[in-house]
């Protein structure tokens, strides 16, 4: 299964501000994201960026988009009935994901989730789409965690004539 890790983020590195505030990302690259999650049909994201995701709205567009939410809280509960909470590994979500058919799963967020799925080594290839834009405090791409990774620069694109797009292979 290809897995594909997709985020904004600022120009140095960060995906929300300290207080999960995203309103920073452009309409432009909300496009761009919502493209790559529909083309995958799912998407990977932990507790919190489900919370900024649906106090946004951003669901809606999202309706037949299978969510796998990783969380150790228990009980939690979506109006989607697309949204599934789990508290299993990465390898487990993949798995799940691989038998209900998916041939590519995407991961998007947070930097706590993007870090469990490259220590692992799960990751195959990663969109950057770069906001003009950088912070001094806020929540990294990834936390954290003991790995290193290589990349091969696949392309770049241009989604406005303020962002861009880099794509990468993760080297195994």
């Known amino acids: 299964m290809k897995v594909t890790l997709y985020m904004a983020m600022t120009a140095n590195g960060m995906i929300a501000k300290a ?6 990302v452009s309409a432009t690259e909300w496009k761009s994201f919502s493209r790559a999650i529909n083309r995958a049909g799912n998407m990977i994201i932990g507790r919190r960026t489900f919370e900024i995701m649906e106090k946004g709205g951003q669901f809606a567009v999202l309706e037949k988009v299978k969510v796998m939410v990783t969380t150790h809280r228990t009980g939690l509960r979506s109006s989607n009935p ?3 909470f789990t508290d299993r590994s990465p390898r487990d979500i993949l798995t799940f994901l691989r038998k209900q058919g998916f ?4 991961v998007a967020g947070g930097g706590k ?3 469990s799925f490259m220590k692992e080594g799960l990751i195959n ?3 950057l ?5 950088v912070l001094g405090k806020g929540i990294r ?3 954290e ?3 290193e990774s290589k990349l091969k620069l696949l392309g770049t694109k241009e989604l406005s004539s303020n962002e861009m797009q880099l794509h990468y292979k993760v080297l195994k």
């Open 141 to 143: 791409l990834f936390n």
């Open 129 to 133: 789409d770069i906001e003009p834009i």
């Open 82 to 84: 697309n949204v599934t």
């Open 145 to 147: 965690a003991d790995f």
């Open 125 to 127: 290839e990663i969109y």
């Open 113 to 115: 989730l993007n870090s």
């Open 103 to 106: 041939k590519e799963a995407l």
């Open 19 to 24: 207080d999960d505030d995203t309103s920073w």
